[in-house]
């Protein structure tokens, strides 16, 4: 069967919580203010108090406004597409299967949580929201979601991506939002980062500053975040969810499920509903791949550490390559972030995950071949996941395995053509970020 499709009444009606599930506890996020457990009011600053019940909950399973799943049933569920022209191609045993994300309105997984994130501020009495986005995804879907609830939103875009991505900038102000290069003039982080290096090509940890201290320092703004957090990846899982029901329709179960991994919500959103039959004993590995460029599990540090440059968010504990690493201009914009989630890294901590990096050339080599192939052209941060899953059917060729194989197509490509000529015309190049550097910025993480 090439695709598996569900009816809009199968929607999942409820998130998964994989905080009630993990075997051994998380440790808590610190305040950057006191060094001790951050509070409720804290929090209060900049998230609704809704949120941050399920920033903190271990009820296992949270039920979805029907508010919610009234706007996600514009384009879910999400069809599971079995690639067999890419089997029939690779000539491997291995069955592969993707969960397609990008049919939503901003072509990503990303609005599954923003649609979330601005209802329960506008119910909150929030009107208006602010936030970062690398690549522009995230950026996208929170435009979308603000104007679903009738919100003012402002985002502050990565500014390499800010100029390699127009198109994404264009969506955005399409959606009624304000869209600004980051670091920027209009706070007091962005402004310190031009001061020391005025051609700044900015970050995610250094546009996180900007749109903390700004929804920090309005009474009428609250901040939301595209990933990283709790309730973040919490709303992401309706992808696995899904995904677990179009499996036993056709009476199969993945045996490995690759996702692209930066701060980690498209890889929680697919991976979590399938790691709870992994805590129940069920046999399946999930990968978390990342870019070389940028490689916090393989490479990072599991320790405490700021969410952003400024230090205005929470300290938590995550594998982290240090707050004030500045990635290279890589063009997979999205996984460009110095930290991965608190959930994510205390799963690869403990052994409960698995990670893998890939290079940037066979990322857009594989993700061409994909779409070749398949029809469909995939964001380069999606892409990550095409190479690592086609890596592994590989493999399976060569030792005969028959294993059955998923990844989260996370996104379409359509807006990343830039990308795409720029590995056409031969302009792009592998990138492992040096040892050395890592190490020099780890020397800053927070003494707690």
Known sequence: M??????????????????????????????????????????KAIFPESLIEQEMSDKRWIDIPEEVLEILSLWRPTPLIRAERLEEYLGTPAKIYFKYEGVSPAGSHKPNTAVAQAYYNKKEGVQRLTTETGAGQWGSALAFATKMFNMECRVYMVKVSFYQKPYRKSFMRMFGAEVIPSPSEFTNSGRAILEKNPDSNGSLGIAISEAVEEAAGRNDTNYALGSVLNHVLLHQ???????KKQFE??????????????????FGGIAFPFLADKFSGKNVDAVAVEPASCPTLTKGKYAYDYGDVAKLTPIMPMFTLGHDFEPPAIHAGGLRYHGD????SKLYKDGLISATAVKQLEVFQYGTLFAQLEGIVPAPESAHAIAATIKEAIKCKETGEEKTLLFCLSGHGFFDMASYDAYFDGKLEDYEYPEDLIEESLKNLPEV
């Open 2 to 43: 090439k695709r598996v499709y569900l009816k809009t009444n199968e929607m999942p009606k409820q998130w998964y919580n994989i905080l009630a599930d993990l075997p051994t506890p998380m440790d808590p996020p610190l305040s950057p203010f006191t060094k001790k457990t951050v509070t409720f009011d804290e929090m």
């Open 237 to 243: 899982t309706v992808i696995g969810l899904e995904a």
């Open 249 to 266: 329709i056709v009476g199969d179960y993945p045996d490995m499920i690759f996702a692209s991994c930066g701060g980690g919500s498209n």
């Open 341 to 344: 989630s608190p959930i994510v």
